[in-house]
């Protein structure tokens, strides 16, 4: 719900609206996007989206969509006044993507998106209320992709917007897209899920204890700051650390979060595909650990190398979503892997038409990461493909700490590309590549 005087307002003195105009003029006479430019460029192959914007105020439709309008030229904007009036557009002009507000008579928002979850999941779901906190529970956060505040967060949601749309261009048909937008967590390791559970249980349990655990499984890793970088929980600056999510959410909601609800969850013992998430996660770790090294052995900006440590955590998320929600076509990469002597992405792409990087990237997106989180999980097996590649930040340092870590263990062949030496002479890096080694893999 929303003061009808108040979208007058918006649209006529708010601040944000006007740099948004000035924005959208500034970025079409520089033939840009104001966001990162690896991720513009797929604007020359995206096809023309469409976004449903769903609110029970016609003055809250109209101002929505004359502000997504000015920012997305290229998308189609449907509306509807309540749930079963969009539900109703799905079987006629099936949106990209739905952005609901919450409170609305007869259907909630998270009941619409529990709805469009499960008979369009394909869909990307958002929503934009007037109202933060957790007065609406978890069903807000577990029915959304993203979730964001109204007025101030109209900008960010139309840059979130364009920037989905763009990445779903690498997804080459609408099955694979269908099943990255019903990811809605990640399973993690049992050994460390118990180790969680057994801690939230405890009568004295500490949220700094909590936090380390959650600072070891890229899966809850994922989750918690998905939640805590939400609108939902109305911070104003962006959360880099597990650890300091964990603190912020606070032992109640985590309580909620591990024993009451379905956001996290583990992978069974005898799971045949576990051994491969754990040894994924070993290697997303140690990518992480040797990214913010390298970050910090080139004096980098704070905000730079907690980018490097968490792009580095996610760079092979791609890799879980295709084991655990297309485990034929998990096996069938890896036999290809074995029997035909080619790399990941190679199998990949011969199965699925996308490799990790891809897939990775789209659900990062899809889950409101940062640009650099979501460019470096695109680009970090090949990043002279990125329009940055001149400049050093978090898909230098995971680059680099990808194939230094690898050369450490001994990987097995095929399990990643090769140093990216046209990117790194480019950029000028080439002769970094000895101190970044030592400093990688210092202990």
């Known amino acids: 719900m929303y003061v009808s005087v108040r979208v007058k307002t918006y649209m006529l003195s708010n601040p944000h609206a006007r740099t948004l105009r000035r924005g959208m003029r500034v970025s079409r006479r520089k033939k840009r996007l104001p966001f990162n430019a690896s991720l513009a460029r797929l604007m020359r192959i995206m096809s023309r989206g469409r976004i449903l914007l769903v609110d029970d105020e016609p003055m809250v439709l109209r101002a929505m969509e004359r502000v997504l309008s000015m920012a997305m030229t290229d998308c189609d904007i449907l509306k509807a006044e309540n749930g079963s009036e969009a539900l109703a557009l799905f079987e006629t002009q099936p949106p990209d993507i739905v952005v609901t507000d ?23 779901r958002m929503i934009l209320s007037a109202r933060a906190g957790s007065e609406y529970g978890l069903s807000a956060v577990e029915s959304a992709h993203q979730y964001f505040l109204k007025p101030g967060d109209i900008v960010t949601l139309a840059q979130k917007l364009q920037r989905v749309l763009y990445l779903r261009c690498l997804i080459p048909n609408e099955e694979l897209d269908r099943v990255i937008a019903k990811v809605d967590t990640l399973p993690s390791l049992p050994d460390i899920y118990l180790e969680l559970e057994t801690e939230i249980n405890r009568p004295e349990s500490s949220i700094y204890a909590i936090g380390e655990i959650l600072e070891r499984d890229v899966a809850m890793s994922a989750k918690v700051l998905h939640l805590v970088n939400s609108a939902f929980f109305g911070l104003r600056t962006r959360i880099s650390s597990p650890s300091h999510a964990a603190t912020l959410l606070g032992m109640n909601l985590l309580k909620s979060l591990v024993l009451a609800s379905h956001v996290f969850s583990a992978i069974d013992k005898n799971d045949p595909r576990q051994p491969f998430v754990a040894s994924l996660w070993k290697h997303s770790l140690s990518v992480a650990n040797a990214a913010r090294k390298i970050a910090l052995f080139e004096k980098a900006s704070r905000e730079i190398v907690e980018e490097a440590y968490i792009a580095g955590l996610f760079h092979d998320i791609g890799k879980l979503v295709v084991a655990m929600s297309l485990p034929d076509a998990h096996d069938r990469i890896q036999r290809e892997m074995a029997e035909e002597d080619v790399t990941d992405v190679e199998a990949e792409t011969a199965v699925l038409g996308a490799s990790h990087a891809e897939v990775g990237g789209y659900l990062l997106a899809l889950w409101g990461f940062s640009d650099e989180v979501v460019a470096t999980a695109v680009f970090h097996g090949k990043p002279s493909r990125s329009a940055d590649a001149a400049v050093f930040g978090a898909l230098a340092s995971v680059h680099a700490a990808n194939v230094l870590s690898r050369e450490a263990v001994a990987a097995p062949k095929g399990s990643g590309l090769p140093l990216d030496t046209v990117y790194l002479d480019h950029a000028g890096l080439s002769a970094k590549l000895d101190p970044w080694r030592d400093v990688a893999l210092s202990a």
């Open 102 to 124: 919450m409170c609305m008579p007869n259907m909630s928002g998270s009941e619409l998106l529990d709805a469009v979850h499960e008979r369009h999941p394909r869909a990307a």
